[in-house]
């Protein structure tokens, strides 16, 4: 167990619709990534923040969004969802940038 | 921009071969440098680390990496897997403001 926690496990939607990933980061963990894992796009990052402030951005879609709370957990937001949205999605906390990464065990999404 | 190149998209190998698979990236910066393997159906654990220091580290479950700055490399190696190997491997480099970006994975399939 790495300690960073994401709900739900698994999420079935239809296109068009709205759904909000939740991840809680390692305890005294203040950087939170997202990350979407596709067979064919391999593990991309999406976002970065740290300790309440975006920090870095990927290659994420303006459909997607997402924050992180006084409380350091995090939440990201998919709107307009098309059946490529379908993926993994995984959160990961580290300390601060540049240190190791914590891996949730990931959000499988799957939009119909 | 950063990114990183995982040369090999699927190795098969027979238990006790030796395994290196290649990691290349792109950033004229300071990098901190990581190996993750997934195993099937789980989250991302990391394998080995490198900040700074001897280029040459050593991770759990007998991996080690060498990172070669001329050549922006940062290669696994194990002199013998195991059919507990199989899974997929990930490089990652954190250095451009902080952002960790993944290569594309390598498939790991060992014969028992």
């Known amino acids: 167990d790495s300690g960073v926690t994401q709900t739900p496990k698994h999420l079935i939607t239809a296109t068009g619709q709205r759904v909000t990933l939740r991840c809680s980061p390692r305890?005294?963990?203040?950087?939170v990534y997202w990350y979407q894992q596709s067979l064919d796009q391999g593990l991309q990052f999406l976002i970065q923040y740290y300790n309440g402030e975006e920090r870095a951005k990927g290659n994420i879609l303006e459909r997607f969004s997402a924050q992180q709370f006084p409380d350091l957990h995090s939440e990201l937001n998919l709107s307009s969802l098309e059946l490529g949205d379908s993926a993994l999605y995984f959160c990961a906390s580290s300390v601060e940038k540049g240190t190791e990464a914590f891996f949730g065990q990931g959000t499988r999404l799957t939009v119909v | 921009a950063q990114s990183v190149s995982q040369h090999n998209h699927h190795v098969i190998l027979s238990e006790a071969a030796s395994l290196e698979l290649g990691c290349n990236y792109s950033?004229?910066?300071?990098?901190?440098l990581f190996w993750y393997v997934q195993y099937p159906g789980q989250h991302l654990q990391l394998l080995l680390k490198y900040f700074s220091g001897d280029p040459l580290v050593k991770g759990i479950k007998g991996f080690e990496a060498e990172f070669i700055k001329s050549k922006f490399s940062f290669n696994l190696r194990k002199p013998s897997v195991q059919w507990s190997d199989t899974a997929e491997y990930f490089c990652?480099?954190?250095?451009?403001?902080?952002?960790?970006?993944f290569g594309q994975g390598t498939e790991l399939s060992v014969k028992p």
């Open positions: 990652a480099v954190n250095g451009e403001r902080g952002k960790l970006i």
């Open positions: 950033y004229g910066g300071t990098v901190n």
């Open positions: 305890s005294g963990d203040l950087s």
